[in-house]
């Protein structure tokens, strides 16, 4: 027997909705939609270091960094689910998504590619509180930089190799992209097909 349809909700329905037992939602046009999950080792690695390292540098400040837990309502009325994400707003205990969020950061996966570059980007850079929104490559050390730039056009700047330091001066910290990438290993284009370095 096929599942029910879902029906269209509005962004309270669908914060009191139980979804799926385990099963990450974000809310598309109006519809849930299920987010990614089952991420690589490689994923998950690459976020808990981009956690534990916003977290250890943003004791004491305003801002807070969060997992895909707390979502971000964007202008066009959708719900997602950024893997990391600084809010630097008015913090509330019971709240469910984030106040004023100033870092988004998205690790790129083979299933989640063309929506993270497309669709969410376009409707995060709308946010009128986003500073930077940090791409991360999985399967080598690379990462792409949005940034608000004076007169709030975006620009970029890419980041390859463990030697840069992704700065991040509206929320008064940075992070090194060998902070990012520990305990991740690369192939080696020298050691032949499948070696690591």
Same mark, same amino acid.
């Given at each position: 027997m096929a599942p029910p349809a879902l029906k269209r909700m509005s962004p309270e329905e669908f914060y009191r909705w139980p979804g799926e037992e385990g099963v990450r939602y974000e809310l598309v046009d109006g519809f849930p939609l299920k987010a990614m999950t089952g991420a690589s080792q490689r994923h998950d690695t690459i976020m808990l270091n981009v956690l534990a390292t916003l977290r250890r540098k943003l004791r004491g400040s305003p801002c807070?960094?969060?997992?895909?837990?707390?979502?971000?309502?964007?202008? !066009?009325?959708?719900? =997602?689910?950024? *893997?990391?994400?600084?809010?630097?707003?008015?913090?509330?205990?019971?709240?469910?998504e984030a106040t004023s969020p100033c870092l988004i950061v998205e690790v790129? !996966?083979?299933?989640? =590619?063309?929506? *993270?570059?497309?669709?969410?980007?376009?409707e995060y850079k709308a946010l009128p509180s986003l500073a930077y929104i940090l791409l991360v490559e999985p399967d080598l050390p690379r990462a792409l930089l949005w940034w608000r730039a004076p007169g709030s056009a975006w620009e970029i700047v890419q980041f390859d190799g463990l030697d840069g330091i992704i700065?991040?001066?509206?929320?008064?910290?940075d992070l090194a992209m060998a902070e990012l990438y520990e305990d991740v290993a690369f192939p080696d284009p020298l050691?032949?097909?499948g070696g690591l370095r």
């Open positions: 807070h960094a969060h997992t895909a837990d707390i979502a971000v309502a964007t202008m !066009s009325g959708n719900i =997602r689910r950024p *893997d990391a994400q600084v809010d630097c707003g008015t913090r509330a205990d019971t709240a469910f790129l !996966s083979p299933s989640t =590619r063309h929506t *993270d570059l497309v669709n969410k980007l376009e700065v991040l001066s509206a929320i008064g910290t050691a032949g097909e």
